[in-house]
Every structure is written in C-alpha cells, then in structure tokens.
C-alpha cells in the first residue's frame, strides 16, 4: 500500500525524463477496481448468484474491462485484520487465477463466513469453485441467445 501512495506522488509530479506521467501508470492499479457508486448499482440492479464462497452480484458492462471487488462483512470476521486479510487472499486468488473474462463484467463476492474460520487450502478450493462456476456460465453465455 505504500509503495502505491509513493507512487501516486510519484506520478502526479514531473518525472526525471521531463514529461509527466499522467494517469497511464495509475490505470495499471484502478484497472479492476470498483467505484462506491458502481458498487451501489450493483447491489441494486445486478443478478445474485448463492455460491460456495458466499454470495456473487453481477452484471454485464459490454466491452469495458472486468472489475471486481472482494468483500467481508462485519458478521463475517469482526476483527479488521481477519477481514483485511481475508480480503487479500480473495484478491490474491482472483489475481493468479486469470480466469476472469477480460471484458464485459462487474462483480462483487461477498464472503461468506464459514469461510473466515475455513482452512487457506479450504478457502482456495472454494473460491476456485466460483470461478469455475462463472465459466461455465460465461461459456454457456456465449453459446446461447446472449441473456444471462
């Protein structure tokens, strides 16, 4: 996270090239992240899907990238840090998985909180579930009339 906010400070000034970087370097970072007011449209008006990990709001943006947002409630792990970290791993897997779409989504993953007392390989298994889950959904997406 520091390094992040350096680099942010970093970005917003003149480089030592003599040219300012911009937001190019930040879109690196913002790329899969969901705005507050997305995320409240989300809960909204996207689709609730029951899975092993908890609960996967979604809804489908066209050709804009996939962006996503893990999160943990209170009632799950009342602890920040457990939270916090648990977060982390979700984001962690979504990250090394790959098997998002590129394109064309917006989601949320609720944890769930069997999870949180849940072992790491319990934890990933479930998680690899979902994603496997919205791929066959995906895959089924595309062979059909195009509704969800």
């Known amino acids: 996270m520091f390094y992040i906010k350096l680099l ?45 990990a908890g609960m996967l709001i979604l809804t489908k943006t066209g050709n804009q990238p996939t962006r996503y947002v893990c999160i943990v409630p209170n009632t799950t792990a009342p602890q920040a840090s457990k939270r916090n970290r648990i977060r982390r791993m979700a984001q962690e897997r979504i990250r090394k998985c790959g098997r998002l779409p590129e394109t064309g989504y917006d989601l949320v993953l609720i944890i769930g909180g069997h999870l949180a007392k849940a072992t790491r390989k319990v934890f990933y298994q479930k998680l690899d579930e979902v994603f496997s889950l919205f791929q066959a959904a995906e895959t089924r997406f595309r062979h059909t009339s195009g509704r969800m």
């Open 8 to 52: 942010r400070k970093t970005v917003a000034t003149e480089s030592s090239l003599g040219f300012s970087a911009g937001p190019f370097l930040l879109m690196a970072f913002k790329r899969h992240q969901l705005p507050r007011k997305d995320i409240a449209k989300l809960f909204k008006n996207g689709r609730r899907v029951r899975v092993a």
